[in-house]
Each structure stands twice: as C-alpha cells, then as structure tokens.
C-alpha cells in the first residue's frame, strides 16, 4: 500500500513538472508578426520595408494576394499566409475594463494569469474625471501589449469601448455603457480611446500612427435593445427619427473618431429605418469616413452579416448580404459569412474583387500601425512591456480609486454614514452580493488580480462582523428569514449587500422589471423594522432599479449605489461605509419608478410627446417621476457654488457670423451650424468661472457639472443638458474656481426636425447646483 502511494505520488510530481515546463514553454513563445527578418525573402518584399509610407506597404501586399488569400482575411480569424511570411492574426479582443476572458485574442494559460479588472464602465462614469478613464484606458492598453509580447495575444484589436447611449433602464448591456447622455459618453470614449492606444491626454501624439492597442467604438448605431418581451437585437428594426440621431445616438461616435481617433469601428446587429448598420453605405462611407474623417477598419458585430439573411430576411441570399456590406463600407466579418460566400458573390457578379482589396487596405494599414509587420514587437516600440507591467500596484491602486470615485451615495439620514471605526460595536452584513466577488466584476470580465468581497473588506475593519446570505441567490426566491433576522437584530450596525448581477441583466437578456429581484425588497424591510438602528442598503446593479421604498423608509438610513466595482469594489464599499473615502460619485443615468416598464422598450423616440402620454427618455426629456436624477449623488461634505465670471451677458451672433447661416422660421430666428466652418465655431467660444467650496469637515473629490436650459422651450428642446463637467479635489473649508470653456455651436445648439444643429434667439441659464446665470442669444 505505501510503495502504491510513493509511485502515485511520484507520478503526480513529474505530471505537475511537465505542466508547468509546458505551460512556461508556451508562455514564453514569440509573439505573432510578419516580415521576420531571418526569412530572406522578406526583404524582397516592399511591404516589409520600414522605410515606405503605410499605405505604400499595404498597396504592396494586397497586390501580392491571390483570391483565396484575400477572401480568408476577411474574417476576424485570420489565418497565416506562409508563402509571404504574414502571420495569423484575430481581430476580437474584449477590454471594456480590463483584458477579458471572453473574446478569442487572449488566454490567461501562461506567464500572465490575470489582469486588472476595473470598475464596470457604468461605476467608471459616475466619477465625471475624465483622466481617470485615461489613465484606465493607458492601464488596460499597456497590459493588453505585455499579453501580446509574451505570446499570449494572437491580437491588439480590442472591441472597445461600448459607447451606445443607455436609453432605457431594461438594458441589459446598459451596465457596459458610459451613460445616458451624449456628452459624458463622448468624453469617456475619448479619454479611453487616448489611453489605450498610446495618445496623449490632449490628443495628437499618433502622428507617427503607431499604436499601442486598437480601440473600436461599438455598436454603431442607435443599438440598445438585446431581447425584450419577444424581441431580439438580431431582427429588432429601431425606428430613429433623424433628430435624435443627431443629438443623442450620433455625438459619441462621432467624439470617438474626430477627437478620440479610434482605429476601429463596430457596426451594430440592428436595423435604422429598414437598413441594418453593416449595410448602410450613408452610414458607414457617407457619415463615418467623409463627414467624420475615419481611417480604421470596420468589423460586424459577430454573426451580423449572417443575420441580414438567416433572420432579418434583407438579403435574398447569402451572397446578396456579403455584397450589401462591402460595398456599404465594412471591412472584416466576426463570422464566417464573407469567408464562404464572398467568392461565390463575385462569380454571380454580385461583388467586384476591388472592394475586398479596399477591406483589405483598411486591415492590413491597422496590423501595421500596431507594429505587427516590422519585426519580432519586442524589439520595437512598445516591446519592453511585459508580464511586469500587468496586475501591478499601479494598476490595482488605479482600479480601488474609480471605484472610490464611481460610487454614489443616494442617501444618509441623520449622517448615519460614516460608521465609527469602534472596535467594540457589532456589525452584521446582509445580502446575496455582500460575500461574492463575481457580482463586483460585471460582464466582459476577465481573470482578477485579486478577490475580495464586500464581507471580507468590512472584515479588515471589524474582524467581528457576522454574515447571512439572506437570499438563496439574487434572484431571491426564496428568503432565510428568521436566521437573517437572528443575524441582525442584535447587531449595533446592519448593512444589507443587495441587487443584481449577470443572471439579471447582460448580453442577450434585457430586465423586464426594474424592481429588486424576487423577495429582495420584504427581505430589506423586513430586517429595516427588526433592527436596532435604521440600516445601511449597499446596491450592486448595472441597470437603475426602483427602490422608492427604501429611500422612503426612516429605518434606511443610507444607501450606497455600488454599480459593479471591480476587483478593488470591495475595498472601495468598506472604505466608504467607515469614512476612509468621502464619496462623491454622481449618476450617470436617471433611475425610474417601476411603472416606467409600460413604455415599450422598442420606442426609439427620446422626446416626450403629451397627446399620448409617452413620457420620454433621459433626463434630457423624459417629463416623469424619478426616483434619482441624473448627476445626483451626496457626500459627507455639502459644497456651495458661485457664478464668478461670465464672458458675455449677451451673445451678439448676427455681429460675428457670416448672414447665410441666419434662418427663419417665421418670426423665430435660428443659426445653421452647418453653414458655419470650426474657424466661425472658435470664434464665438466664451468662458464661465465657478467658486466651488467645500462646506464640511472631510477633504472630498467632487464634480461639477454645468448645465444650460432655454427660458422658453420650443418643440424638440432638451429640458436641460450638461455641457461641461470637471472633478476637482477640496479641502475642508476649501475654496476653488473652475473655469468652463463654452462652445455656442456645441453648447447652445439643439437638433430640429431634420437632424440639423441649430442656434435658437432667446434666453439661457447656465445652471450648476442650485445657481444659475442668465445669458441671452440675440440673432
């Protein structure tokens, strides 16, 4: 019997050896490129040759293909072409807060075993900082290069960001999103774009075009339903008036190539009006690269091509779909549809070969501005970044601090927050999200640094705080009540970890409630009138859900809205909840009252309309009751603020314009951005300056947003919209001034009917806080 263990248990150790000698072989292979200098006949080929332009090297390599090879690059698995040295390439990679497991570009089986999970895009942007998306786009960049350099990335495409305007609560992908509002998802996508691909904060260092990841802006456009009430994202034909395209589904995108630069672009499954996006030449040629200057690549979302034929029925025949998107502007299939049909097209005469050559230009320019034909990449620009630069103190401090900064406290009767850091006070922590780590990442996740839970956080503070799940999961059917109870009620302290996660709401599956899951709410109140003190509610969600009672109930005494928090989330909960952080998070999206879900989640229209009672979207229009309002957040510190100086009291545009872009629509006078060129727009920029101070005893980070509202609302105007936001840090006590530089044509303008943007005559508030200053507009 011990001479049968002694063999197994020799036997498990050179098992284990060979393992990890394999794994550490595969770990350190060479990363993936072309044009390896060792092969002499590289050096024949001009696309190879370091010296000429791009696009010289492109023409050159397209021009080397045969059919079949050409063909087999058009899918996101490209596979190598030995004959010319090229090597495989994948164009999907994910990133949305971190390298991912999901995608086919990376694997977490070698050297790099993890990778820095940040808070989930929709935490990221209730901090209003617009560098800290920088630096976590400059993070995610450098670890998705050491992934690449130490053989582990068979690609430097990542689809990311997710910039879609989170239109309606029910969303389930809504958790990936910036937001609902057109100017806060415009400056993310910027600042991500920037810090991934190796710009600088300001923009306008890739002048040589080297990257050091690919961003990709997805989905576009005007997607925002997954599978609603019977309605799937693969058939769903979004009916957009051109008016809202042009103020609310557009401006990300459009913020995303002109000033961010991305090198990507995904177009989205759905419909616009009867087109799907893959397929629309307006969209994807007219709009994109002539209005908007693009020089990337276009990729489908995966399988979108096979949908215009296999469930939209738009295209007759396969062929048909493979034609309608190469000739409308896209480049690469994330499937297999170009790859089977694409020849068979231009045999039926359905597709000429120069616009595969076109696709082709668009993808190999991208492989060779991230390096990828210029020698082995450790050897070149970004090549010493390596297994050392992931999951590094750097990283992991940057991923406690958006979480810090993301999350929003919705209430705090009587101060009940912060709790004293007492070691003889008893604590018990409540809830199916208060001991998981999964719940904190979102989706789109990948393997983390570290785990720890909201329980265990607390834990570090007061090592005697007792846990109950409560629930049997978050869908909460059913409740432990009375040991939940007995967990509680004898606590000086109860804190309950509730809300949601990806059973909820993800990809594919839209919410078809917006309340607490199951029997979550009776649970809350329940343990609410059981215990000593008014309770604190801790909220893990994407998507708002509706908890009027809890903010209504005096024995809630707080609640903290914790979004997902990433890696570090529960350290950021714990360090709130004890005073260690004055939170200063603000919402992102307006939160609705549960009967918010009789209004169709396929209504694309973002106005109210009052002769049938729709109520609108966003706090742009919607006209109904709210449980929280856009940018609503409280700290420990209460802040005043101050018009100190405004340029101009009156806008004199008629002086400074030239007279064609004056309209008339009746007696009402309105300025046609689109006669005006940038030089007229810089003309007309003025300045606002804000004394903002703190008024409490805690040093706190702090937004401030600026809004403007028209005195007189004519159809189709916002009820109000930000236009500036910037987070600044104060002492107590401590005074600052903000200055705003305000752009009339970006600021003051408003889509009509028509999609144009317009200037209207009349009055103006600049509105921050409870302040507001009048200007007006004369034509």
Avoid at 182 to 191: C, E, F, G, K, T
Wanted: charged share 20%.
């Amino acid at each position: 019997m011990k001479v049968g263990r002694y063999l197994f248990f020799i036997q498990t150790i050179l098992i284990s050896s060979l393992s990890f000698f394999l794994s550490r072989t595969e770990s350190t292979q060479a990363p993936l490129f072309s044009c390896d200098s060792s092969n002499p006949l590289t050096k024949s080929y001009p696309f190879c040759n370091t010296t000429l332009a791009v696009n010289e090297r492109v023409e050159d390599l397209v021009s080397r293909l045969t059919l079949d090879e050409k063909i087999e690059q058009l899918e996101n698995s490209a596979p190598a072409i030995p004959r010319l040295n090229i090597s495989a390439y994948q164009w999907w990679s994910e990133g949305l807060h971190g390298i991912s497991r999901h995608g086919k570009g990376i694997r977490f089986n070698g050297t790099i075993a993890a990778a820095t999970m940040f808070p989930q895009v929709i935490l990221a942007a209730a901090s209003f900082d617009t560098h800290l998306w920088y630096r976590m786009g400059q993070a995610i960049g450098r670890e998705a290069r050491a992934f690449y350099n130490e053989g582990q990335g068979t690609g430097m495409t990542y689809w990311a960001p997710n910039i879609n305007i989170f239109r309606d609560p029910r969303w389930g992908r809504g958790q990936e999103t910036p937001g609902e509002d057109p100017l806060l998802a415009s400056n993310y996508a910027v600042s991500y774009v920037r810090g991934i691909q190796g710009d600088s904060f300001e923009g306008g260092q890739l002048k040589d075009g080297h990257l050091q990841a690919s961003a990709c802006c997805k989905h576009f456009t005007a997607y925002d339903l997954d599978n609603w009430n019977g309605v799937n994202r693969y058939i769903f034909d979004a009916n957009v008036t051109e008016q809202d395209l042009a103020d609310t589904y557009q401006p990300p995108f459009k913020s995303c190539i002109e000033k961010g630069q991305a090198s990507g672009v995904m177009c989205a499954y759905n419909r616009i009006n009867g087109v799907p996006n893959c397929a629309d030449y307006s969209l994807l040629i007219k709009t994109v690269r002539e209005q908007w200057g693009f020089q990337g690549y276009i990729a489908s979302d995966c399988d979108a091509v096979a949908v215009m034929h296999d469930n939209q029925g738009y295209a007759k025949l396969p062929e048909d779909a493979v034609a309608d998107v190469l000739k409308a502007g896209m480049d690469v299939d994330c499937g297999s549809y170009l790859l089977k049909y694409s020849k068979s097209a231009i045999e039926q005469k359905k597709l000429p070969e120069s616009e595969i050559d076109r696709a082709l230009r668009n993808l190999f320019s991208i492989r060779m501005r991230l390096g990828l034909f210029d020698g082995s990449p450790r050897n070149l620009k970004f090549g010493n970044i390596g297994p050392e630069q992931v999951c590094t103190q750097e990283h992991q401090d940057l991923a406690l601090e958006i979480a810090r900064d993301g999350i929003v406290l919705l209430k705090n009767s009587n101060s009940l927050l912060p709790l004293p850091k007492d070691k003889t006070i008893s604590l018990a922590i409540v809830g199916p999200n208060a001991n998981t780590s999964q719940t904190l990442l979102g989706n789109y996740e990948g393997l983390p640094c570290k785990n720890i839970t909201i329980f265990q956080a607390i834990q570090s503070y007061l090592e005697s705080a007792v846990y109950h799940q409560g629930c049997d999961a978050v869908n909460c059917t059913s409740v432990a009540l009375n040991e939940a109870l007995d967990a509680a009620k004898d606590a000086d302290y109860v804190i309950l970890v509730m809300g949601l996660d990806q059973t909820q709401e993800r990809e594919k599956y839209d919410r078809m409630e917006l309340m607490l899951p199951g029997k979550q709410e009776s649970l809350v109140e329940s343990i609410a009138l059981a215990a000593k003190k008014p309770i604190i509610l801790v909220v893990l969600c994407g998507g708002p859900v509706d908890i009027s009672f809890a903010k209504d109930d005096p024995k809630i005494g707080s609640i903290l809205w914790a979004g997902y928090p990433g890696e570090a989330g529960g350290t950021a909960v714990a360090e709130i909840i004890f005073g260690d952080h004055n939170p200063g998070g603000r919402l992102p999206v307006t939160w609705y009252p549960k009967d918010f879900v009789q209004v169709p989640m396929t209504d694309m229209r973002m106005r109210s309309e009052l002769a049938t009672g729709y109520p609108g979207r966003t706090y742009k229009f919607y006209n109904g009751v709210k449980v929280f309002e856009f940018g609503y957040g409280l700290g420990y510190s209460n802040f005043s603020y101050e018009f100190v100086h405004v340029t101009f009291k009156k806008l004199y545009l008629n002086q400074l314009l030239p007279a064609k872009a004056l309209k008339f629509t009746g007696p009402h006078r309105y300025l046609s951005i689109s006669e005006l060129n940038n030089e007229h727009c810089d003309s007309i920029e003025f300045s606002a300056k804000v004394a903002v101070k703190n008024l409490g005893e805690m040093s706190s980070k702090h937004p401030v947003l600026l809004f403007v509202r028209q005195a007189k609302l004519s159809y189709g105007s916002p009820q109000k919209q930000l236009i500036g936001f910037q987070s600044i840090t104060l002492g107590a006590g401590e005074r600052a001034e903000v200055d705003f530089v305000l752009k009339p044509c970006e600021h003051l303008s408003k889509a009509n009917r028509d999609g144009f943007m317009v200037i209207e005559e009349g009055s103006y508030y600049l509105i921050v806080g409870d302040k507001e200053h009048h200007i007006t507009v004369e034509l």
